[in-house]
């Protein structure tokens, strides 16, 4: 049973198209975040909610739009994709600090 | 803001211990983490830091000094499954972990 799990795990699209990214998680957890990671493995922080509540809103352009339906979901709908949007896509989970963060599988976006 | 230092490659042999440090400013210091990642999968936790001292599990520690603003990953009786990235990450109050860029640990036979 995967605590957090997000689909698709692959997405190629064409630029200038709208795609959406799922993530649930089954962990009970509160906060639940979007993460991207670059072609350089840095993973910088998206948006963060808190029980369906937007907590965090980094410096991401205004095409990437977060919706949180329940504390169990956390879905993210990219429009008009832009080459530089290709990048692996994190959602995590958290309760509490000491236990850290659950990482879902990630989404490898590549905008073509 | 914040600022968060890791080397960006180590290589270290089967057996050996590495130790990799962390470096970081932040405001709103809530602690530190140390995540693991394998190649095309997702970052798993490996310890947190909060107060001074040496926390130990297993064949890994963490160490953590907030004044000086470091930490370290210490990895003991390396073994080919560590090959891996390392990431430091801080939590600014309370609300997000903000990550280094990551440590490449090679570990050969």
């Known amino acids: 049973d995967t605590a957090v799990s997000q689909t698709p795990k692959y997405l190629v699209t064409q630029m200038g198209n709208d795609k959406s990214i799922k993530c649930e998680q089954n962990?009970?957890?509160?906060?639940m975040y979007w993460y991207k990671q670059d072609s350089k493995k840095f993973l910088k922080i998206m948006f963060s909610?808190?029980?369906?509540?937007?907590?965090i809103n980094e410096t991401v352009p205004n095409r990437f739009s977060p919706k949180s339906p329940d504390k169990a979901h956390l879905n993210l709908h990219i429009n008009s994709l832009e080459l530089g949007d290709s990048a692996v896509y994190f959602c995590?989970?958290?309760?509490?600090?000491?236990?850290?963060?659950?990482f879902g599988s990630g989404t490898r976006l590549t905008v073509v | 803001g914040q600022n968060i230092d890791q080397p960006t490659e180590m290589t270290a042999t089967e057996g050996a211990i590495v130790q990799i440090n962390c470096t970081y400013q932040?405001?709103?210091?809530?602690?530190l983490f140390w995540y693991q990642q394998h190649a095309g999968e997702a970052p798993t936790f490996l310890s947190y830091?909060?107060?001074?001292g040496l926390e130990e599990k297993g064949r890994f520690s963490s160490f953590l000094s907030r004044s000086k603003g470091y930490s370290y990953l210490l990895l003991k009786e390396l073994q080919m499954k560590d090959s891996a990235s390392y990431l430091c990450?801080?939590?600014?109050?309370?609300?997000?972990?903000?990550f280094g860029k990551g440590t490449t640990l090679s570990v050969s036979s």
């Open positions: 995590a989970s958290s309760q509490g600090l000491a236990s850290g963060y659950t």
């Open positions: 909610y808190n029980n369906k509540e937007l907590i």
């Open positions: 830091n909060v107060l001074d």
């Open positions: 962990l009970g957890h509160d906060t």
């Open positions: 932040t405001s709103g210091f809530n602690g």
């Open positions: 990450a801080c939590l600014e109050g309370g609300t997000a972990l903000i």
